[in-house]
């Protein structure tokens, strides 16, 4: 990834229709081409300290250095996404960085008063969600300093450069 730790590196919407919004994205933003992880394996998952089984989609694309996701949720279970679309809710839903010590980070966000919305690990990387609604307006993601997130990232990043606008979604490696 070429941005430097602690920046924001992704703007994430949860939307109602995955097939549409990667459309739109790619065909009238231009941004691509998305890697698409159809029923994500997020493990450990927790909802406010509480186990989940939340089962979703994800494309990941980038527009320049900053990273697009788009999720879409396909079961009930109650979770981030989907307390976000009972809200009514649309736009951004959350966005991502990657500080240098994830653990005194996640530390830091909590003695701000933050609580972990939601929790999970990706190929045995943690990431989280700290519920900073009140504070920006939506959720703040952050992952561990995982070389599992930073070779996914970089891929999706690197695939972008010079992007002829083919294939625009693809399966993703995960």
């Not at 459309?23 to 997020?42: M, N, S």
């Not at 927790?46 to 089984?53: I, L």
Request: glycine content about 8%.
């Amino acid at each position: 990834m070429t941005q430097p730790l602690y920046t924001v590196r992704q703007l994430a919407y949860v939307v109602r229709d995955l097939d549409a919004a990667l459309k739109y994205w790619t065909e009238v933003l231009k941004v691509g081409p998305f890697f698409r992880f159809d029923h994500c394996p997020l493990l450990d998952q927790k909802f406010y300290g509480k186990p989940s089984n939340t089962d979703v989609t994800l494309a990941l694309g980038n527009s320049g250095d900053l990273q697009i996701e788009l999720i879409y949720q396909h079961n009930d279970e109650p979770s981030v996404y989907k307390e976000f679309l009972d809200a009514g809710r649309v736009g951004v839903h959350h966005f991502g960085m990657m500080p240098v010590d994830y653990k005194a980070t996640c530390e830091e966000y909590k003695a701000r008063g933050h609580a972990a919305a939601f929790e999970c690990t990706v190929g045995g990387a943690e990431l989280v969600y700290f519920d900073t609604v009140k504070t920006v307006g939506h959720y703040i993601e952050l992952w561990d300093n995982h070389s599992v997130f930073k070779d996914l990232f970089m891929m999706v990043e690197d695939a972008a450069k010079g992007w002829d606008g083919k294939h625009p979604v693809r399966p993703g490696p995960l």
